[in-house]
């Protein structure tokens, strides 16, 4: 079965410091990639999406992420963290006929120390 | 703008209560979903409906069923509440597989059961 694996449950950065949020998925045929942020008492607001077009994906706020085929990766960065990165960030794949399904990962939140 | 209105943000029902939660759209949107949240465990699908009175079973559709009697509105009902049911629910719509666009997601309800 397909899956997404986010490593790390929680990831604590200081302010100012690069923020690296880590996706794997399982899968031999390419996905569609997405990353979302739940800021508290929210729901998911996307951040970027990987669509095969190019590589290095540019989202909100900053953040950008690089598909790695052969490391079947999708790691979310960002130069420099600001307070208000503080959030839960969720990887999610779809694959082409899965009818617009995602298949989450399990989550990682990002603390941002002062 | 996109908006996925969700009817309760918070919401506290006791065991063996039939339970409602609606979900409203206003984009068009074919595909519609409910998701339960837990800490760790990422977002689980409960159903999905991808038209009008059509509906699928996701990971998690055990003491839940669903209606989509309008385009725009989708329903999770909980039979017969328990406990274990206590969790944070999302609903999402998206496009049908028009280049696997992004899930848009409402601001959740918060359901406690006692």
Known sequence: ?114 | DVKVTQSSRYLVKRTGEKVFLECVQDMDHENMFWYRQDPGLGLRLIYFSYDVKMKEKGDIPEGYSVSREKKERFSLILESASTNQTSMYLCASSFRDRDHQPQHFGDGTRLSIL
Request: glycine residues 8%; positive net charge; proline residues 4%.
């Open chain 1, 1 to 114: 079965a397909q899956s997404v694996t986010q490593l790390g449950s929680h990831v604590s950065v200081s302010e100012g410091a690069l923020v690296l949020l880590r996706c794997n998925y399982s899968s031999s045929v390419p996905p569609y990639l997405f990353w979302y942020v739940q800021y508290p008492n929210q729901g998911l607001q996307l951040l970027l999406k990987y669509t095969s077009a190019a590589t290095l994906v540019k989202g909100i706020n900053g953040f950008e992420a690089e598909f790695k085929k052969s490391e079947t990766s999708f790691h979310l960065t960002k130069p420099s963290a600001h307070m208000s990165d503080a959030a839960e960030y969720f990887c999610a794949v779809s694959y082409s006929g899965n009818t617009g399904k995602l298949i989450f990962g399990q989550g990682t939140t990002l603390q941002v120390k002062p």
